[in-house]
């Protein structure tokens, strides 16, 4: 670590790829599970009755929040950060009631867009017989240098170079959730309940926003809903996603998933979906965008 520029504190140079930073258990209760749903209105019946997997079954992010129960990957310049991309594999279904085991590690760090420096959390949820059922990639974006006012402003959405337009040319099918209103209450919720700048606005501002930045998760958690509802067990058993994150959804703005369905490739005996995923505002502000693939029956499309 000596030498480099990038990492101006002693503390950094404990943050290092490989870095161990714990285990512990990840309860699924159905208050769990209830709060989640309500961040993003996902009130698919599976998770409170029956379903494919012979009881009620978890949203398929429901470890959304686990990087952030894990210490010791967090520099401790804190003003400006803010998720950056995110990566999910869904292996097996998590069923509500269950026990699971969080593994956590620092698996990347890599510089991005000139000004950031990038450090990558991966959580692996297993089952208690150490069957892996879900990992996930945190991309969390920390600035390299401290400038003064605003770190973002809302202002930033608008100017060309971040105004993305996805879904064009032909498809095999459109996919589109419902409009989500990010009041207090759901930003609250999105924030696992927790007073910092993804609720507050006194907070948002001290880290240099001017105004409650949504939590990332929400994007990810509300296309997750969408690929639930169209492709059910092919998305909890198999589902892959890919998203950056490309502008911040602010308190008070409403914002909704969408997709396209693009092609369904060989995935013998079965098939595969692949989708192109984003989230957007209803003016066209693209808040996150990427891939995602889900598994269907042989000959689908």
């Not at 492709?231 to 409403?254: E, P, Y």
């Not at 979906?273 to 000959?299: M, N, R, Y």
Request: one cysteine or more; aromatic letters at 8%; hydrophobic letters at 40%.
């Amino acid at each position: 670590m000596a030498g480099d520029p990038v990492l101006p504190t002693d503390a950094w140079a404990d943050i290092h790829v490989g870095k161990h930073l714990g285990t512990h258990d990840l309860e699924v209760t159905p208050e769990l599970v209830a709060r989640f749903a309500a961040s993003c209105d996902d009130d698919n019946p599976w998770y409170t009755g029956p379903s494919p997997f012979g009881g009620p079954v978890a949203p398929a992010l429901i470890a959304c929040q686990e990087p952030w129960r894990f210490a010791g990957w967090y520099p401790p310049e804190l003003r400006g950060n803010l998720h950056a991309k995110q990566e999910w594999d869904l292996y097996a279904p998590i069923m509500v009631g269950a026990t699971c085991t969080v593994r956590a590690f620092v698996a990347d760090r890599y510089l991005w867009r000139g000004n950031r420096h990038v450090i990558v959390n991966e959580v692996q949820v297993s089952d208690g017989e150490g069957r892996l059922l879900a990992r996930g990639r945190t991309h969390q974006s920390f600035l390299r240098a401290q400038p003064e006012g605003f770190v973002v402003d809302k202002a930033r959405e608008k100017s060309e170079d971040r105004r993305i337009a996805p879904g064009g040319g032909e498809v095999l099918e459109r996919l589109e959730g419902g409009d989500r209103e990010m009041t207090p209450e759901r930003c609250l919720a999105i924030a696992d309940g927790l007073q910092n700048y993804h609720s507050d606005a006194d907070i948002a501002r001290a880290l240099g926003f001017p105004a409650v930045v949504v939590q990332g998760v929400f994007n990810m958690n509300d296309i997750s809903a969408l690929l639930t509802r169209r492709f059910g067990a092919g998305w909890l058993c198999g589902g892959q996603l890919r998203v950056s994150l490309t502008n911040v959804i602010w308190g008070g703005d409403i914002a909704r998933a969408r997709a396209t369905l693009q092609r369904v490739e060989d995935e013998a005996p079965r098939a595969r979906a692949q989708l192109e995923v984003w989230e957007e505002k209803p003016d066209g502000t693209v808040t996150a965008i990427g891939t995602a693939s889900a598994v269907v029956p042989a000959g689908s499309g």
